[in-house]
C-alpha cells in the first residue's frame, strides 16, 4: 500500500510541527511492507532534519508557518493542489486535522485529532465567525473522510467522543 504522509505542519517550532517530526522519523526507522512518502510544501523541502524516505514536494507561495494563527489560512488553490498530491496514494495519514485538505473519497484516511479544545472553548479559540464556520467545516469533513482517528490521551478520546462527529454517534 503506498501512505503518503502529510507534512505541512513540519517547519512548526512547536506542537503540531514537532509530533509531526517526531512521529515520521519514527516511521521511516520501523520496517513496513508498505511504500511511505513524506508529502510537504516547498517551505520545508530543504531543511535538513528530514527523514531517509521518498518525498513529494508541493509548490506553494505561502509558507505554512504563516498560516498558523487560527485567523489566517491557506488559499484555496494551495489546498487543492495538496489534496490532489495526497488523492495519488492509496490512504493519507495527517499528523493533525488542522493540517487536513479534502482527498479523493477512494483514498483512506488516517487522522490524528490532538484535542477538542476549539470545539469546547470557540470564543477563546476562534473569535471571528467566519474564522469558526471554516474550521466548523474542515473538522465535520476531516471526520467524515477518516477511515480512523487517533489521539494520544484518554482525556482527549473523551472530549473528541464528545464534541465532535465521530465513532458511532449519529
Not at 520545508?44 to 524516505?53: I, Q, S
Not at 498530491?85 to 493540517?99: C, E, G, I, K, M
Not at 479544545?117 to 467545516?137: D, G, K, M, S, V
Request: aromatic share 8%; net charge positive.
Amino acid at each position: 500500500m503506498r501512505i503518503g504522509i502529510e507534512g505541512s505542519t513540519w517547519d512548526y517550532p512547536r506542537g503540531f510541527g514537532r509530533y509531526t517530526r517526531e512521529l515520521t522519523h519514527a516511521l521511516a526507522r520501523v520496517w513496513s511492507p508498505h511504500e511511505l512518502t513524506l508529502v510537504i510544501h516547498s517551505s520545508a523541502a530543504g531543511r535538513a532534519d528530514l527523514p531517509d524516505m521518498p518525498r513529494n514536494v508541493i509548490p506553494t507561495r505561502s509558507t505554512d508557518v504563516g498560516v498558523a494563527a487560527a485567523e489566517q489560512r491557506r488559499s484555496l488553490f494551495e489546498m487543492m493542489r495538496t489534496g490532489r498530491a495526497l488523492s495519488r496514494f492509496d490512504a493519507v495519514f495527517f499528523p493533525t486535522h488542522y493540517s487536513f485538505v479534502p482527498v479523493s473519497p477512494r483514498v483512506r484516511v488516517g487522522l490524528v485529532i490532538h484535542d477538542a479544545i476549539p470545539e469546547t472553548i470557540p470564543q477563546e479559540w476562534l473569535r471571528p465567525r467566519t474564522t469558526r464556520l471554516r474550521w466548523n467545516a474542515k473538522t465535520r469533513l476531516a471526520c467524515c473522510q477518516a477511515s480512523f482517528v487517533a489521539t494520544s490521551t484518554l482525556a482527549a478520546a473523551r472530549a473528541i467522543r464528545e464534541r465532535l462527529p465521530i465513532g458511532n454517534r449519529p
